[in-house]
């Protein structure tokens, strides 16, 4: 009789769950991370070992309230959360424990064990006296928030009735709607028949809270599952076997095969195996996924933001994805075969890149119109807007930059300096290429071919990561170089990456990856990259505030050029003059006149150092005397000799480009370049 009782209400659940699919049917998973910013409904999975101690007796209080703080943030954004919480045997257990070695303690005048074995002690009777206590810590901490909660507490029988399901999924509908947080468990207080409780052919079967989080997702309608456990997601192998990696993007129609299965957290009921059937279940209902490790900080809320957290499950094979690890490696063999190249033949691929340049020129001008219209859309300075187009003029000046470039490949396998250390012992040191070089520059898309010619001419492998605000025009002169690569080495030799969450990630790799960083662009881009690498060297210069002296004896029509020149050519450069610096002998001459006047008329905004100020109050005083403009704007200050002048550069400079003018080279040229 049980059996038929069983069957008829697996039939009506069977049902219920394909007539809800259908209502369910025009909702998408999310394709990528970025897309989940926009998740309205959110099922938070809570495994045991992420809110409880590691000797499984008690809750990790920290942990929880992190959790609870971050549920809280989601909530009071507007978002519906519902959360599935393990911990109640543990917290239980802790009770349990305590009550037997208080009454052991009467029972025996003192005389007793205060280490009850785990093994002793009900697990039912655990759960029934944890639960209690277990919702009213969630309580407390979801009222610091000021949110409320719900306790709902189901058997796997509940899901094998089309009746209990409807009242069920009506009721966390409910109370979502109404901004309360549902907090859900399996009853392990009690128990059913065996007969009652059997598993469904062709159903996922709740047998522990991964499955019971992927119904619950389903039933509800949410965009996103997080099942968190004690592992930062899933690994084509258990995480200490050899070979092993974190699967960022996985999915299940394309990858499954790609799975070793390892054993199970040791606290809790689900394995690995477990999750990635509940994530496949919930992705098929629409729903997506991500596993995680909820013990890491700030999890929940850096999942919802989009970056690289856990694995991300997806309906959509992206076989363009390779991870940043492959993409270094790559990189890197494909360097160790460009420094066996002769000479000649890294000159000839510098070459052939520079007329695929020429020759692509209006495919180039048309991705960079685009990037142009987006940042006039985007509001962009028109600073930006000057660093970004790349013109005719420009490429050809680049062109004539990389042929420079090309003739002087002869640099690898140099010795530099010898020393006899004994007989038939000498020491040599020699020019050998670097390894992996990852640079990072902003908005200039010149910058990209640049940086390609000189690394292919000192034999190294690249990663590139230009400004976003440069990407199309980015990727076409990407495209070129690796056609010209692959006569000769693997196009992967150099590669671009695309998202700051890449660059994160490679930040956290060490030298078996990369070898250098160098960051061009803002301070403020250099220090964050010195900030984050974890063990990687990085080059960088910080702002780029530049010096031209002109000395007393100078050449005026020289001088003139030279200073206009250094700041109007390409004010956006980081090498363009932002500080010009008088001999105090010029000040009432006609050139120092003559240099005012050519300024004005190139309309840059002129600005007066402390010393200036007391000859002249037609300019304005300067606010600091080591500033970047980066715009058609500029500091006159005066200087009593060459060694004022130096003096200056080294305290205001930021030892990027200086200069001076002069005619005697010999005293002035040379104590400025030696100071």
Do not use: W
């Amino acid at each position: 009789m049980n059996r038929i009782i069983l069957k008829k209400a697996s039939a009506g659940y069977m049902s219920f769950r394909r007539n809800f699919s259908l209502s369910n049917s025009l909702l998408k998973s999310y394709n990528s991370r970025k897309e989940l910013r926009d998740a309205k409904k959110i099922v938070v999975k809570l495994g045991s070992a992420v809110i409880t101690r590691e000797d499984q007796s008690g809750i990790a209080l920290g942990r929880l309230a992190s959790i609870v703080e971050q549920v809280s943030e989601l909530q009071n954004s507007g978002k519906q959360v519902l959360m599935v919480t393990s911990g109640a045997v543990a917290l239980g257990r802790q009770k349990v424990s305590k009550e037997l070695i208080y009454k052991s303690l009467k029972e025996t005048n003192g005389n007793f064990c205060q280490n009850i074995e785990k093994s002793a002690l009900d697990k039912k009777a655990c759960a029934a006296t944890g639960q209690n206590g277990l919702m009213s810590l969630y309580s407390s901490l979801f009222s610091q928030y000021g949110i409320e909660t719900a306790q709902v507490l189901v058997t796997k029988a509940d899901f094998q009735s089309e009746h209990t399901l409807k009242h069920l999924q009506s009721t966390l509908n409910y109370l979502m709607e109404a901004k309360i947080v549902p907090i859900l468990n399996t009853n392990d207080a009690i128990g059913y028949p065996p007969e009652l409780t059997q598993d469904i052919d062709g159903s996922l079967n709740i047998n522990d809270n991964d499955s019971l989080s992927a119904h619950l997702a389903t039933m509800v309608k949410s965009d996103l599952l997080l099942l968190m456990s004690d592992v930062n997601g899933v690994y084509n192998c258990p995480p200490d076997y050899p070979g092993s990696r974190l699967m960022e993007t996985l999915c299940p129609a394309e990858d499954r095969n790609l799975l070793n299965f390892g054993e199970k957290s040791n606290v809790g009921t689900g394995g690995m195996e477990s999750k990635i059937t509940a994530a496949e279940y919930a992705l098929k209902n629409d729903c997506s996924v991500i596993i995680c490790n909820g013990k890491q900080q700030n999890a929940i809320v850096d999942c919802i933001n989009g970056k690289k957290v856990g694995t991300f499950f997806t309906n959509e094979p992206i076989p363009s994805i390779v991870s940043v690890e492959n993409l270094a490696l790559s990189a890197r063999n494909g360097g160790r075969i460009l420094q066996t190249l002769p000479a000649d033949k890294r000159s000839t691929i510098i070459r052939d890149y520079s007329q695929l340049l020429l020759a692509n020129s209006r495919q180039i001008y048309e991705a960079n119109m685009l990037d142009i219209e987006l940042a006039k859309k985007n509001n962009l300075s028109q600073v930006l807007q000057s660093r970004l187009l790349l013109n005719e003029k420009k490429l050809i000046t680049l062109a004539d930059g990389m042929q420079q470039i090309a003739a002087n490949t002869n640099i690898l396998g140099k010795v530099l300096k010898s020393v006899q250390l004994a007989d038939e012992l000498i020491l040599k040191q020699v020019t050998v290429p670097i390894g992996v070089l990852l640079v990072i520059f902003e908005s200039r898309p010149d910058s990209l071919p640049q940086i390609c010619s000189l690394s292919i001419a000192s034999g190294n492998g690249l990663l590139l990561k230009g400004g976003s605000e440069a990407l199309n025009t980015n990727r076409v002169l990407h495209q070129l170089v690796q056609d010209a690569l692959e006569q000769y080495v693997p196009r992967e030799t150099i590669s671009l990456l695309n998202t700051r969450e890449e660059i994160n990630d490679l930040l956290q790799l060490d030298s078996k990856y990369i070898d250098l960083i160098i960051p061009r662009g803002s301070n403020e881009l250099v220090q964050n990259i010195q900030k984050n690498s974890k063990s990687i060297p990085v080059l960088g210069h910080a702002e780029g505030i530049c010096h031209v002296f002109v000395d007393k004896d100078c050449d005026p029509e020289t001088a003139l050029k030279v200073v206009k020149d250094a700041k109007c050519d390409y004010p956006s450069a980081c090498n363009a003059m932002e500080t010009l610096l008088i001999h105090r002998d010029l000040v009432n001459t006609q050139l120092f006149q003559s240099i005012v006047d050519l300024f004005k008329m190139e309309n840059v905004k002129l600005y007066a150092g402390p010393n200036l100020q007391k000859y002249t109050t037609e300019l304005p005083p300067a606010k600091k005397l080591n500033h970047e403009y980066s715009d058609l704007e500029l500091t006159i200050e005066v200087a009593d000799d060459v060694h004022s002048a130096v003096e200056h550069i080294n305290r205001f400079g930021s030892n990027h480009t200086e200069s001076v003018i002069t005619r005697n080279g010999n005293s002035i040229g040379e104590n400025f370049s030696i100071n």
